[in-house]
């Protein structure tokens, strides 16, 4: 799961940057408006963390050309603690979610993962998909019940596949949202951390789809 985030303040940012790398997430942060419209157009990310007061071109302006453009990715915004008209104008305008400075980035991140889950349709932070679970909250992937140990990557890729069972999801979708954008990769990279995987949770734990990518909760082919 990769997710933008869009905030000037250097010191914030690299709070929020590491509380979201320690909750299993990739994070690219942008330090103005212009820059984080760009990548947020350009590119598929899982959830955006929106700063409104941002330099060269505001928040609010951002978030409403996003949405113009069909960006459907979910937003949080980051608005100024008092700036109520503000936030009402930002979920107006399409943001699921408003977080005030200052605020605990515990809370952020637990907002981030009920975005995550809400867009993905599943009510609680715990995933099950026959007897595999992955509690989000944990950072974590049990099978049986017993506690999986997997590394952040091989997390990541379990963590998108069930966010997104029950789809087949192809190479590009999760080279784009397993990887930082500047990552140089081996052709087979996504096939050697499948294959992690499976040695760890079990072969049939993720189906390959010849031709079309891999999935997760799929029916029999
Ligand atoms: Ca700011």
Not at 13 to 36: C, D, H, K, P, Y
Not at 58 to 86: Q, S
Not at 88 to 94: K, L, R, S
Not at 175 to 190: G, K, M, R
């Amino acid at each position: 799961m990769r997710i933008l985030v869009v905030e000037d303040d250097d010191g914030i940012a690299a709070t929020i940057r590491s509380a979201l790398e320690l909750a299993g997430f990739l994070v690219e942060r942008e330090a103005n408006g212009e820059n984080g419209w760009f990548r947020g157009d350009s590119e598929a990310f899982d959830a955006i963390i929106l700063d409104l007061g941002l330099p060269v071109l505001d928040g609010l302006t951002v978030l409403k050309r996003w949405r113009k453009a069909g960006v459907a990715t979910p937003i949080m915004i980051l608005t100024a603690r008092g700036n109520w008209d503000e936030r009402v104008e930002g979920i107006d305008a399409g943001a699921d979610d408003y977080l005030a400075k200052p605020f605990r980035v515990e809370e952020l991140v637990a907002r981030t993962r009920a975005l995550l889950r809400r867009a993905a349709g599943h009510p609680s932070p715990i995933i099950e998909l026959g007897e595999i679970s992955l509690d989000t909250r944990q950072v974590r992937v049990a099978k049986s019940g017993l506690p999986v140990p997997l590394s952040p990557q091989e997390y990541r890729l379990v963590s998108y596949l069930m966010h997104h069972r029950g789809r087949v999801v192809g190479q590009p979708e999760l080279t784009e949202h397993l990887y930082l954008q500047d990552t140089e990769l081996d052709s087979n990279a996504i096939e050697v951390l499948v294959r992690r995987v499976r040695q760890k949770l079990g072969t049939d734990a993720i189906v390959t789809r010849r031709g079309f990518g891999y999935g997760m909760g799929l029916g029999p082919e």
